[in-house]
């Protein structure tokens, strides 16, 4: 794969991912792919399957590159399935049956890297038992969603802060990888009972970096910056404040390296539901390998 500036610039544009990585991520798409095909019993329709793996038309995306690189272009750039199509010469439908297919193949990839987020509390106590006095810095961050038809879940999911519809989700991060991942949640929840739903529970001898949206937590050490009194900061309250956010300046960029995929940015079109929370995992996924592949 040439390797020029060029060409890692626009495989970065379109994927996120350097030529090299897309070769080391490649090897375990196809072990992915081929266990998740065989094993497969049911069609995405939920209907028996009835064809042995092989069996059936032969897809445009024939080889295990086009398949890796139409997910990995999907959740970098995310356009709408009619330039999908367009893009890869597949009618629309196709765009969408390939993106249903494909999404848990990218999950199992990530899972075998070992760079997917925890997401139960067992996963989370096993981790603060080998590593007890270590500090956590978390934060919660929304995406946006298409205004929901139903009057009930429109007034849940409406951010009064971002003045839009959304989901929102809590993560914790340490060295600038996403080492926790909450549930979804709509966008009018706060941060504080976020993370109360979550019921995590750190370990006593660890530190918890938050901002003012997670006052009144209470579990492990928890520093959280002062709230702006009505007489104003004291200089001891800004100087405290301005320590703390350089320290928790790590997981804005976190947050920023999680929407580079635009999946995870832009106003997120589909509505089926628990499949919102599984890309956000992937994109957690995919930030993690990059700052892991990067860092060796």
């Not at 494909?102 to 981790?127: D, G, I, N, S």
């Not at 991942?181 to 976020?194: Q, R, V």
């Not at 660890?206 to 492990?220: N, P, R, V």
């Not at 320590?243 to 960029?253: A, F, G, T």
Request: charged content about 30%; overall charge positive; aromatic content about 10%.
């Amino acid at each position: 794969m040439n390797n020029t500036k060029a060409s890692i610039r626009t495989m970065k544009a379109a994927t996120s991912l350097t030529p090299n990585e897309f070769v080391a991520v490649r090897a375990l798409f196809c072990e992915a792919w081929f266990s998740y095909e065989t094993c497969r019993k049911v069609t995405l329709n939920g209907n028996e399957r009835l064809r042995k793996y092989g069996g059936g038309r032969r897809s445009k995306l024939k080889t295990i590159d086009d398949k890796l690189f139409f997910i990995l272009f999907w959740f970098k750039v995310y356009p709408t399935l009619d330039i999908m199509a367009r893009i890869f010469g597949i009618s629309q439908p196709q765009a969408h049956y390939w993106t249903r297919r494909l999404t848990p193949v990218l999950e199992l990839v990530m899972k075998k890297k070992c760079v997917l987020p925890a997401r139960q509390l067992t996963t989370m106590a096993e981790v603060m038992k080998i590593v007890p006095d270590i500090a956590f810095i978390v934060d919660g961050t929304e995406r946006p969603i298409c205004r929901p038809t139903s009057g009930m879940k429109k007034k849940a999911c409406y951010s009064g802060r971002k003045k839009r519809y959304a989901e929102k989700n809590i993560i914790a991060v340490q060295n600038r990888k996403v080492v926790l991942l909450g549930k979804t949640y709509p966008g009018s929840y706060h941060d504080k009972k976020c993370i109360d739903l979550a019921k995590w529970k750190f370990d006593g001898n660890s530190t918890i970096l938050a901002d003012s949206g997670f006052e009144g937590y209470k579990c492990g050490g928890v520093v959280i910056t002062h709230k702006k009194k009505r007489k104003g900061f004291t200089k001891l309250d800004r100087r405290n404040n301005r320590k703390l956010s350089k320290k928790r300046i790590v997981v804005e960029h976190v947050i920023a390296g999680i929407k580079r995929s635009r999946i995870a940015s832009d106003i997120l079109r589909i509505r089926t539901p628990k499949l919102s929370d599984k890309l956000m995992l992937i994109a957690c996924g995919l930030h993690n390998f990059r700052t892991q592949f990067r860092a060796v």
